[in-house]
């Protein structure tokens, strides 16, 4: 999903948090939330209603998507698009994330709700199953849009029984921003490579993580005098959360939370599984080289962005997020960023892939403007703006240089979360049922995360959650 959080926000590229995470709170800057006029003297929003025509024969737009620093991209892309559609408006409806799903499905079961509106991965099998994502397959096919354009993942993931319900604009990957100044200060290069853990001994991974970690008298973990209980800087976090915290290392480990998609079960109560978080809760209470839980909230989900604020205040060397949280974490943190790719697993190379559509509410009376916008929304003019910008990596692979090269600009090389799109990627698991069950899965991990105690037991409570969760969505 991408669950997108950034400082202060919340919840993509994506991608939010769930109550206990885009998830929780957080994707991006906090901006107020409701509805922003894109222009001087544009209609305000009215909240559960589309648009609707104008006296003038202008087509007013309500578009809604979560708050997110993005706004201010997709508010300069949807000038250009006015300017060229004079007979319609685009109002965006800002809402909070954990507000953003219950509250347009409230609108869409009376058959209101914004004209065209955001879709995060774990929102997709519930809004489908509704019947409020307008099937574009017969439009994108008379425009003749070429689907060869982006990314074939993004075309996948938002596809279903051959139908497609929206054009893809972005995508994000799971990697890790550094701390570069300490990494300096402390002689130590990134490697070149990636690294590699594995849950016997935790493999060249956990020995990068032990010459990261330093106590308050300056020796780090590799040092017989290392002092674990008066530690100054861990090397990172263990967020109890799915996209940008234990996802990533199931996959490299041969797990999949779900065993296809639509799936009524989960599969991740398996001995790899447990072994998998077992290693995770290790990082933090066995080998003390990540912090532990109760720095990243009451669950150890980060829903607060508690893991950003711990690496601006350099308790952590690095921290393991998407992509979306570039900007805010940019301002937030008073030193130079680096980015690094991810550790291997024993099943090799993988992340967590994800990305936006845009979806025509299939209650609008406003169906032929709400096509025009979506289709201009995954156009190269579209991502172009938004790509050149910073805002996101495009859904068109030609254009990501556009994204690498504002970042570059800007002193931090982006480069290794491309990099892991190349890689093997899990998607967020799509079913009904699976947005509780995340947040489920999260409350009852929970204690397992907090003390490194009874993990194996966690495991089975979640997915037996879980698998209630989703047999009971429908």
Not at 151 to 169: D, E, I, R, S, W
Not at 196 to 219: I, K, Q
Request: aromatic letters at 10%; charged letters at 15%; glycine letters at 10%.
């Amino acid at each position: 999903m991408r669950d997108k959080r950034e400082k202060g926000a919340a919840g993509p590229g994506g991608r939010p948090p769930g109550s206990s995470r885009w998830r929780g709170s957080p994707r991006r800057l906090a901006i107020a939330a409701g509805c922003v006029a894109l222009l001087a003297g544009a209609t305000a929003c009215s909240s559960g209603s589309s648009g609707g025509s104008g006296s003038s024969g202008t087509v007013n737009l309500t578009y809604a998507m979560w708050q997110t620093p993005e706004q201010a991209g997709y508010q300069k892309s949807i000038g250009v698009f006015e300017k060229a559609h004079p007979n319609i408006r685009v109002t965006i409806e800002s809402i909070a994330y954990n507000d953003y799903q219950p509250k347009l499905t409230t609108e869409f079961s009376s058959g209101a709700g914004p004209d065209v509106y955001w879709v995060n991965t774990p929102m997709i099998a519930s809004w489908l199953k509704d019947g409020v994502m307008e099937d574009l397959t017969s439009k994108i096919q008379a425009a003749k849009i070429d689907l060869g354009q982006y990314l074939p993942a993004l075309v996948t993931l938002h596809q279903f029984n051959g139908k497609l319900y929206g054009l893809p604009k972005d995508w994000d990957t799971i990697a890790y921003f550094y701390n570069a100044g300490y990494f300096a200060a402390h002689h130590i290069t990134m490697p070149s490579g990636p690294l590699t853990w594995n849950p016997a001994n935790g493999g060249t991974w956990l020995t990068f993580l032990r010459s990261l970690t330093y106590d308050t008298s300056g020796h780090n973990a590799l040092s017989p005098a290392f002092n674990p209980n008066s530690v100054a800087t861990y090397a990172i976090d263990v967020p109890n959360e799915m996209q940008w915290g234990f996802e990533p290392f199931l996959a490299e480990d041969g797990v999949k939370l779900i065993p296809q998609p639509y799936s009524k079960t989960v599969s991740f109560d398996t001995p790899a599984a447990k072994q998998t978080f077992q290693f995770l809760t290790d990082l933090m209470y066995k080998y003390h080289v990540a912090a532990p839980a109760s720095d990243l909230g009451t669950d150890g989900a980060a829903n607060n962005t508690e893991d950003q604020t711990m690496f601006a205040k350099g308790k952590v060397a690095m921290i393991e997020n998407g992509d979306w949280v570039t900007s805010g974490l940019q301002q937030e943190v008073k030193f130079k960023l680096g980015a690094a790719p991810a550790p291997c697993g024993p099943a090799g190379c993988w992340t967590v892939l994800n990305g936006l559509i845009d979806s025509v509410n299939a209650h609008s009376p406003n169906q032929q403007a709400a096509w025009e916008f979506e289709q201009w929304l995954g156009s190269p003019q579209s991502e172009r703006i938004l790509g050149s910008g910073g805002y996101i990596w495009p859904g068109i692979p030609s254009l990501d240089p556009l994204f690498a090269s504002y970042w570059k600009a800007h002193g931090l090389d982006m480069t290794p979360f491309e990099t892991e799109s190349k890689w093997n990627v899990v998607y967020w698991p799509v079913t009904p049922g699976m947005n509780q069950a995340q947040l489920d899965i999260a409350n009852l991990l929970a204690p397992a995360y907090l003390s490194g105690k009874n993990v194996a037991g966690a495991v089975d409570a979640a997915a037996k959650q879980a698998d209630n969760d989703l047999a009971t969505a429908g």
